[in-house]
Nanobody, 120 residues
Framework: QVHLVESGGGLVQPGGSLRLSCAAS????????MGWYRQALGKQRELVAA???????NYADSVKGRFTISRDNAKNTMYLQMNNLKPEDTAVYYC??????????????WGQGTQVTVSS
């Protein structure tokens, strides 16, 4: 089995920063793509940022220039550095990973989510 564990969420003032982490563990052969999604109250879940095993990245327009996604392949861990946070960033943030297991199967896994609240 594969498990994703998220950390780093919390309450922050507008303009502040947070750093989210997502650690993957289990029967992992490789992780092709990891990404962060978020879901605000009353809204659909949306992609925030994604990163491949080769460190190719993609960002939602709303976070470009403020958020930076990175990963440590040796640790199967992904990070999201969030700077200049805005109230509109308030949401539950979810870690997602496309995992190739030791048995050769490809599956999509999700973390339980971590709350980010940006408020004055």
């Amino acid at each position: 089995q594969v498990h994703l564990v998220e950390s780093g969420g919390g309450l922050v003032q507008p303009g502040g920063s947070l750093r989210l982490s997502c650690a993957a563990s289990g029967s992992i052969r490789s992780i092709n793509v990891m990404g962060w999604y978020r879901q605000a109250l009353g809204k659909q879940r949306e992609l925030v940022a994604a990163i491949t095993s080769g460190s190719n990245t993609n960002y939602a327009d709303s976070v470009k220039g403020r958020f930076t996604i990175s990963r440590d392949n040796a640790k199967n861990t992904m990070y999201l550095q969030m700077n200049n946070l805005k109230p509109e960033d308030t949401a539950v943030y979810y870690c997602n990973a496309a995992v190739r297991t030791a048995w050769g199967r490809d599956d999509d896994y999700w973390g339980q989510g971590t709350q980010v609240t940006v408020s004055s």
